[in-house]
Antibody, heavy 123, light 108 residues
Framework: QVTLKESGPVLVKRTDTLTLTCTVS??????????VSWIRQPPGKALEWLAH???????SFSTSLKNRLTISKDISKSQVVLTMTNMDPVDTATYYCARALWTPHTGSWFDTWGRGTLVTVSS | ETVLMQSPGTLSLSPGERATLSCRASQSVSSSYLAWYQQKPGQAPRLLIYGASRRATGIPDRFSGGASGTDFTLTISRLEPEDFAVYYCQQYGNSQWTFGQGTKLEFK
């Protein structure tokens, strides 16, 4: 059974750096057809893709946020870590990690999601 | 960056009716590099459709996806009470993922 679980602080202050951890099970972070993304959703708003790490450790970031994001993984712990610098109240959102599958015929999509973690940024 | 525009923003229908949700890309995308998700309050999104028209595991056949150029559709043939939720489209290209702003399907 594939599962992903987010963990991290529920409250951070403006200008803090946020560190979130996604612990996965049921699949390998080294599988070439899979990767892990972070996606966020402000309260009452739409989903926003943030960052992705591929099986070969390549990374990709949202154009609008790339200067604030890093993503890495620890194979031994089955974890993917996202950091976001210079947090602001507008970054208040539920942060999800999700497994992305890929094929050349069907592109890439998110088949399994964590439950999400709500992060509030205080001013 | 490809922008996905979903319409309508809100769709008011009754159980048993047919729902058609649209997703238009701002530029050319692969006709099969599109997915649809359903999200209910307090829950993570659930994958419905990938590859524009392939149903995910366990998704009822009343859900179907279609594509024509930069226009994509999600059709729910006969609405069940549990189908009232928010629906998002998502595309992939050049190692970037993009979501639409969502369509809320509500009871009429």
């Amino acid at each position: 059974q594939v599962t992903l679980k987010e963990s991290g602080p529920v409250l951070v202050k403006r200008t803090d750096t946020l560190t979130l951890t996604c612990t996965v099970s049921g699949f390998a972070l080294t599988d070439a057809t899979m990767g892990v993304s972070w996606i966020r959703q402000p309260p009452g708003k739409a989903l926003e893709w943030l960052a992705h790490i591929f099986s070969n450790d390549d990374t990709s970031f949202s154009t609008s946020l790339k200067n604030r994001l890093t993503i890495s993984k620890d194979i031994s712990k089955s974890q993917v870590v996202l950091t976001m610098t210079n947090m602001d109240p507008v970054d208040t959102a539920t942060y999800y990690c999700a497994r992305a599958l890929w094929t050349p015929h069907t592109g890439s999509w998110f088949d399994t999601w964590g439950r999400g973690t709500l992060v509030t940024v205080s001013s | 960056e490809t922008v996905l525009m979903q319409s309508p923003g809100t769709l008011s229908l009754s159980p048993g009716e047919r729902a058609t949700l649209s997703c238009r890309a701002s530029q050319s995308v692969s006709s099969s590099y599109l997915a649809w998700y359903q999200q209910k309050p307090g829950q993570a999104p659930r994958l419905l459709i990938y590859g524009a028209s392939r149903r995910a595991t366990g998704i009822p056949d009343r859900f179907s996806g279609g594509a024509s150029g930069t226009d994509f559709t999600l059709t729910i043939s006969r609405l069940e009470p549990e189908d009232f939720a928010v629906y998002y489209c998502q595309q992939y290209g050049n190692s970037q993922w993009t979501f639409g702003q969502g369509t809320k399907l509500e009871f009429k």
